[in-house]
């Protein structure tokens, strides 16, 4: 079934990096737009990133600007987000979702994967 | 930016009520209006899409509405299921919004 299962969150110190996974199967990876979305502890949904389906066009969130970069492998079905430089403000879980407006033109998250927990601390 | 102001934050009503949320945008998104319904401890799901569209799958109790700067989204019978925060979302200009979230319980 269509799928996509995040990994690589923990506790970080600030400062220091962290990189997040998120494996896709069930469609074809290569055909869709992928987001970042993170949550902080009790807290409404904040849209991170996002990388075009060919990974030719990313577009950060001002607040992780500079910071974050999206990058896929499409041979692997994988998106990645290379987090630098954590604040104590990133920690959130952080979702990754399928974007299917390159597919069928509606823009939206259509599937989302169950998270990844990141606790920025010293 | 755009931003989305959603209400109410919180709403609490009783099994086979009829249920209403609003979202406004601070500009004119047409229909790039989006819901999502999360609980807790759940990834987001989407439920409608520009606006009024059902995506597949969701029960049809499920409705939107608006154009322009002023949404609604509509629970026609609560069902106890239904136990969850609900989420407007925008797209604009390569910029994705979303409200803060409305909690709806059972009384």
């Known amino acids: 079934q269509v799928q996509l299962v995040e990994s690589g969150g923990g506790v970080v110190q600030p400062g220091r990096s962290l990189r997040l996974s998120c494996a896709a199967s069930g469609f074809t990876f290569s055909s869709y737009g992928m987001h970042w979305v993170r949550q902080a502890p009790g807290k409404g949904l904040e849209w991170v990133a996002v990388?075009?389906?060919?990974?030719?066009?990313?577009y950060y969130a001002d607040s992780v600007k500079g910071r974050f970069t999206i990058s896929r492998d499409n041979s692997k079905n994988t998106l990645y987000l290379q987090m630098n430089s954590l604040r104590a403000e990133d920690t959130a879980v952080y979702y990754c979702a399928r974007d299917p407006s390159s597919v069928r033109g509606v823009d939206a998250f259509d599937i989302w994967g169950q998270g990844t927990m990141v606790t920025v601390s010293s | 930016d755009i931003q989305m102001t959603q209400s109410p934050s919180s709403l609490s009503a009783s099994v086979g009520d009829r249920v209403t949320i609003t979202c406004q945008a601070s500009q004119d998104i047409s229909n790039y209006l989006n819901w999502y319904q999360q609980k807790p401890g759940k990834a987001p799901k989407l439920l409608i899409y520009d606006a009024s569209n059902l995506e597949t799958g969701v029960p049809s109790r499920f409705s939107g509405s608006g154009s322009g700067t002023d949404f609604t989204f509509t629970i026609s019978s609560l069902q106890p299921e239904d136990i969850a925060t609900y989420y407007c979302q925008q797209y604009d200009n390569l910029s994705w919004t979303f409200g803060q979230g409305t909690k709806v319980e059972i009384k």
């Open positions: 990388i075009w389906y060919d990974g030719s066009n990313k």
